[in-house]
């Protein structure tokens, strides 16, 4: 989830970005992000640079966009509700 999390607020994020992000290795990201990409969560889009490496962009899918909003919505059905008037320390 922290992957769809970081391309949520990124919009497009390079690889090398979101596993600095992350602080996982390529081969780790790489693994997540065929997993993402096969559920139709997250977009990879390579880029050839005239000379160097290809780069790699991620972006949420719409799918991906609704599972994450569910995924959160889930987990603050478990937090305690605030209080109506909370008071000032």
Known sequence: MQICAVSARGGEVEFG???EALDVSDATL???LRILTDAGYVDLRRVQRAKGQARSWVSLTAMGSTVLRE???FL???AP???ANPRRA
């Open 17 to 19: 970005v979101l596993r």
């Open 81 to 83: 509700p605030e209080p």
């Open 30 to 32: 790489s693994e997540h």
């Open 71 to 73: 995924h959160f919505a």
């Open 76 to 78: 603050q059905s478990f």
